[in-house]
């Protein structure tokens, strides 16, 4: 069983940044074999995809609208994935949830990829 702990979320102004992170417990992170991803759900929305990255960290993505902001890395090691947002602005405001599963795939883009998901934390971006 993978459990998932999410930290690093507040307040912060537009053009502001914040590092989340994501800890993971069972010893999990350590064994090759689990990809990790990062959600996001903005009141009244669907929950979206923002990032991911492979077992080994060797590969990551994106969506479009992070890109350039947005950055996803691991320390299996320390079995915590992070997810480092700079220039934020407004339109990030959300619940930013991880995610992960094992690799019979490198990551994946949607929901349904994923088995195991954190209690969420709050970005709230102000103009």
């Known amino acids: 069983q993978v459990q998932l702990v999410e930290s690093g979320g507040g307040l912060v102004q537009a053009g502001g940044s914040l590092r989340l992170s994501c800890a993971a417990s069972?010893?999990?992170?350590?064994?090759?074999?689990?990809?990790v991803g990062w959600f996001r759900q903005a009141p009244g929305k669907e929950r979206e995809f923002v990032a991911a990255?492979?077992?080994?960290?060797?590969?990551?993505l994106l969506t479009d609208s992070v890109k350039g902001r947005f950055s996803i890395s691991r320390d299996n090691a320390k079995e915590t994935v992070f997810l480092q947002m700079n220039s934020l602005k407004p339109e990030d405001t959300a619940v930013y949830y991880c995610?992960?599963?094992?690799?019979?795939?490198?990551?994946?883009?949607?929901?349904?990829?994923?088995?195991?998901w954190g209690q969420g934390t709050q970005v709230t971006v102000s103009s």
């Open positions: 995610a992960a599963n094992w690799a019979t795939r490198p990551y994946g883009t949607n929901t349904y990829d994923y088995k195991y």
């Open positions: 069972g010893g999990t992170f350590s064994v090759s074999g689990i990809y």
């Open positions: 990255i492979t077992s080994s960290g060797g590969r990551t």
